[in-house]
């Protein structure tokens, strides 16, 4: 399950959108490569420019910031 926290149920929302979730789909029915994370964008509401990226991670897994390099970049630890 890939729960999508601050997303609202159409869109928007101040949390991260998965970015084009429909290719990761196709691949995981098509060729059986299930995703481990979606790929999650923030845009800018006036310009729809990304202003930050972060993985959108299988529950129970979680994106972080390391504390350092830029704001805009999460990861998830390889240990979770």
């Not at 399950?1 to 101040?14: D, F, N, R």
């Not at 196709?26 to 509401?45: C, F, H, M, Q, T």
């Not at 990226?53 to 998830?76: D, E, L, W």
Request: hydrophobic share 40%; charged share 10%; aromatic share 4%.
């Amino acid at each position: 399950m890939i729960a999508v926290v601050a997303a609202l149920i159409v869109a928007g929302g101040p949390g991260a959108q998965p970015d084009n979730p429909l290719n990761q789909l196709v691949e995981w029915v098509e060729n059986g490569k299930a995703p481990k994370s979606l790929n999650g964008v923030i845009r800018d509401p006036s310009t729809g420019a990304v202003t930050a990226t972060r993985p959108i991670c299988m529950y129970p897994k979680v994106a972080v910031y390391n504390g350092s390099g830029p704001t805009t970049q999460f990861h998830v630890p390889p240990r979770q």
